[in-house]
């Protein structure tokens, strides 16, 4: 009986995993494939902003002979990008306009023979920093190394001892701005912000390294037009019962100024960013107190826009105490100013009968 041949399908199968591992002498039946220096591409979305980095590389004149320094070439990609952008965002940033951003930026290093960088492009039309905060925590590098990423004119990391180990451990890292602006301490952002010279301020938290594609929609939601933009940590609270105190007292600020749409979202929760015609509308000096700068920025009916949850959920944010103390000051600021019973008229009892004013 003749004895069938066995498949031979397992050992092409195996063969062709053994392509791009070339014999020694050039002895290979099969031609090295060729590295594509091009992203590796799960659709065709990211193709066409390669490329067009690729083009704009090659229209700059001089070509890799006009860098001036990385910081240039930084700014010169995201020009570009923004440029390409125009106006087709609609003034909204989403994961696929960033991932084009970073083929795009790959595109443009590539063409000038430049390693790649972990630069990611965003169109933004305004100038923006950000102001790096640490709470009196360890200060991570990845939460600077994430922020250099960004098109930032400046980041300034505030410390409160010139010569402690916080300003040991970054000292060293190119782009950034440290400064110490010793006793009193005052407020730290408004530190930064006065110290800052851009349309946009950034507030980061130095502790905890946050991605910079999180970072990169509170920017593009100011430059877009809000005055604030906030993340929201309301969707990871689960139900009210399991709400925690401060929690349920932001909630209560943001109800009672006739801001429900808030939520517990605050102003005090790191990220957040604000506009220079926000910060010049509450005053410099309110962003020392973030519940009050929150509060002012309600009174003052300034566009807060609340962007996608940046931050881990289930996430503390310092002191509760104090933090407790300072929303407490926040309410009587807005008590002063509206009244005791802010905007929740009694439409009840008719105190004008006993000689006082409807409150």
């Given at each position: ?5 066995p498949?031979?399908s397992?050992k092409?199968?195996?063969q062709?995993f053994?392509?791009s591992r070339s014999k020694?002498?050039?002895?290979s039946k ?6 594509r220096?091009a992203?590796?591409l ?7 902003a390669y ?6 590389a ?7 002979s ?8 930084k700014?010169r990609?995201n020009d570009?990008?923004?440029?390409r952008c125009?106006?087709?965002?609609g003034g909204q940033i989403t994961d696929?306009?960033?991932?084009q951003?970073?083929?795009y930026?790959d595109g443009?290093?590539d063409?000038?023979?430049?390693p790649?960088?972990s630069?990611?492009p965003?169109?933004l039309?305004?100038t923006a920093?950000a102001?790096?905060?640490?709470g009196g925590?360890?200060?991570?590098r990845g ?9 930032l004119?400046?980041i300034?990391?505030?410390l409160?001892?010139a010569e402690?180990?916080?300003f040991s451990?970054i000292r060293?890292?190119p ?5 110490y602006?010793?006793e009193?301490?005052?407020g730290?952002?408004s530190?930064?912000?006065?110290i800052?010279?851009v349309d946009?301020?950034l507030f980061?938290?130095g502790?905890k390294?946050i991605?910079?594609e ?5 920017l ?7 005055d604030?933009?906030?993340?929201d ?11 925690d105190d ?8 943001n109800w009672s100024?006739r801001?429900p749409e808030?939520g517990a979202n605050?102003?005090e929760?790191?990220?957040?960013a604000?506009s220079r015609?926000?910060?010049?509308t509450i ?8 519940p ?5 920025a309600?009174g003052?009916?300034l566009?807060i826009a609340?962007?996608?949850n940046?931050r881990?959920p289930?996430e ?5 105490k104090?933090?407790?103390?300072e929303?407490i000051?926040a309410?009587k ?20 009968h006993?000689?006082?004013?409807r409150?």
């Amino acid at each position: 009986m003749r004895k069938s041949k066995p498949a031979r399908s397992s050992k092409r199968h195996n063969q062709a995993f053994r392509i791009s591992r070339s014999k020694p002498n050039g002895q290979s039946k099969h031609k090295r494939r060729r590295i594509r220096t091009a992203p590796r591409l799960s659709s065709g979305s990211l193709r066409p902003a390669y490329e067009a980095g690729s083009q704009d590389a090659a229209s700059l004149q001089g070509g890799s002979s006009a860098i001036q320094d990385p910081d240039w070439l930084k700014r010169r990609i995201n020009d570009s990008w923004t440029g390409r952008c125009g106006s087709r965002d609609g003034g909204q940033i989403t994961d696929l306009l960033l991932r084009q951003g970073k083929a795009y930026a790959d595109g443009f290093t590539d063409a000038l023979r430049w390693p790649r960088q972990s630069w990611l492009p965003v169109p933004l039309d305004r100038t923006a920093a950000a102001v790096v905060l640490t709470g009196g925590k360890a200060i991570d590098r990845g939460s600077l190394e994430e922020l250099l990423r960004l098109p930032l004119q400046e980041i300034i990391v505030i410390l409160r001892d010139a010569e402690g180990r916080e300003f040991s451990q970054i000292r060293n890292v190119p782009g950034i701005t440290i400064v110490y602006p010793g006793e009193p301490f005052g407020g730290i952002r408004s530190v930064g912000a006065k110290i800052s010279n851009v349309d946009t301020v950034l507030f980061a938290d130095g502790s905890k390294r946050i991605p910079a594609e999180r970072l990169a929609i509170l920017l593009k939601t100011v430059d877009s037009g809000a005055d604030v933009a906030i993340s929201d940590t309301t969707a990871s609270l689960g139900v009210f019962r399991n709400w925690d105190d401060l929690s349920r007292v932001r909630a209560f600020i943001n109800w009672s100024l006739r801001r429900p749409e808030l939520g517990a979202n605050s102003a005090e929760t790191l990220p957040n960013a604000w506009s220079r015609r926000a910060i010049e509308t509450i005053g410099i000096t309110a962003l020392a107190i973030p519940p009050i700068a929150h509060q002012a920025a309600i009174g003052h009916d300034l566009n807060i826009a609340v962007c996608p949850n940046i931050r881990e959920p289930k996430e503390k944010d310092g002191s509760t105490k104090l933090s407790l103390d300072e929303h407490i000051e926040a309410l009587k600021a807005a008590m002063e100013l509206k009244g005791s019973r802010l905007t929740l008229y009694d439409r009840v009892r008719r105190r004008s009968h006993a000689g006082g004013g409807r409150q």
